[in-house]
């Protein structure tokens, strides 16, 4: 019988937690370290490998994902090892994605080559600003010279490459974010990510936020017309926004993260790594140690989950909305019921419906390109009661 999981497919993500220096606006688990051991890295992550892998037999693998972190700085040997010993225990997909996460400072065109000789047929790159003011702000430590000489390398290399902007910064008026929009497109290979600063909790940023030292930030009317232009401009350039913040030519969509949005199964390895697994019918949540030298003692007692637990068909419901919305695709309606037991509310489809926020065709639910502005709102609408 086909499980709920089989229709976004299963991937593995694998998270090196160690950064070169810390961003103000990160709060992914990432840590700057002086010495690591990359070697007992390495076996760490062949042993969680193996455990999952009893776990998940059989499962044709669509995607592998090496985030961060700075992945860049993984020596290549840990990456080839790491991929050798899935490919040995997992089916793959005829197209399986390898994707590796970099950051400009840390590209080499050596290391590149050892990457993709490894395995890897994809990166997606941290480049976030194409100005050094801007990437001073943020906190990153290459420069536009830099960014652009490694996004040589990496086109030289691999035939998929991404990069991500961030856009709504400090001082940033809505024609400097069209202009270097338009140079990110003539550049581009084949895909990219766009995201609006966001200010997190924890974060540097965010405690500069909240002492009010934090300035320049746009409006919300600002953002929401960078928001629009962003779709405009890409959408001409023929990168459509087939995700909320990603862009693409036709065919060059992550099937990663469409595993995520799809709601399907991936396994979570490394330090703070989140995973979604399905068994006998039942999915649960698992989530790994965050403090990496924690992780790193822990996997040796088969001990490395902080826990595993069973999501109810409500929790899997609301997931899989939440997800699943993000993507112009929408979702099945069907499948939202089969999961939570009962059907979308009509009245708040209907209510949405006649605001232009969102499109039903037979079983399908679509955001408009109005709605997706305000996704929030729409989630709390149809997940009311």
């Not at 050596?110 to 990457?115: N, V």
Request: charged residues 25%.
């Amino acid at each position: 019988m086909t499980e709920d999981w089989q229709n976004g497919g299963f991937a593995i993500y694998l998270h090196w937690p160690f950064c070169q220096a810390k961003c103000p606006y990160c709060d992914f688990n990432s840590h700057v370290a002086r010495e690591i051991d990359q070697s007992r890295w390495k076996q760490a992550y062949l042993a969680e490998i193996d455990r999952y892998a009893e776990q998940t037999q059989g499962r044709v693998l669509t995607s592998v994902f090496f985030g961060g972190g700075t992945p860049s700085l993984m020596q290549p040997d840990v990456v080839h090892a790491v991929l050798e010993r899935i490919k040995q225990r997992w089916p793959q997909a005829n197209d399986l994605e390898v994707t590796l996460e970099a950051n400009p400072g840390s590209v080499e065109a050596g290391r590149f080559k050892a990457y993709a000789d490894g395995g890897v047929n994809r990166i997606s790159m941290g480049i976030q600003a194409l100005n050094d003011t801007d990437l001073q702000k943020l906190g990153r430590i290459h420069t536009t010279k830099e960014a652009l000489a490694a996004f040589d390398v990496a086109r030289a290399r691999f035939e998929r490459v991404s990069f991500d902007l961030i856009y709504a910064r400090q001082n940033q008026s809505l024609d400097s974010w069209k202009t270097e929009l338009k140079q990110a497109l003539a550049m581009a290979v084949d895909h990219l990510s766009l995201y609006q600063l966001t200010i997190e909790d924890g974060t540097a940023f965010g405690d500069r936020y909240a002492r009010g030292k934090l300035t320049g930030l746009p409006p919300d009317d600002l953002s929401a017309d960078m928001y629009k232009a962003t779709q405009d401009i890409c959408e001409d350039a023929g990168y459509l926004g087939y995700e909320i913040s990603n862009h693409a030519r036709s065919g060059a969509e992550s099937r990663h993260n469409r595993v995520y949005w799809r709601y399907g199964d991936y396994v979570g390895i490394g330090p703070g790594a989140h995973g979604r697994l399905s068994f006998g019918g039942q999915r649960y949540a698992t989530e790994a140690w965050s403090n990496p030298n924690k992780w790193l003692d822990l996997v040796g007692q088969e001990q490395s989950e902080k826990e595993r637990s069973s999501l109810t068909g409500a929790d899997q419901a609301s997931e899989f909305l939440m997800m699943g919305l993000r993507l112009t695709e929408g979702v099945d309606q069907r499948r939202f019921e089969a999961l939570s037991g009962q059907p979308l509310p009509v009245d708040r489809i209907e209510y949405l419906s006649d605001l232009g926020m969102i499109n039903v065709q037979a079983s399908n639910l679509t955001v408009t390109p109005q709605g997706r502005m305000v996704l929030n709102a729409i989630l709390a609408e149809l997940l009311a009661g």
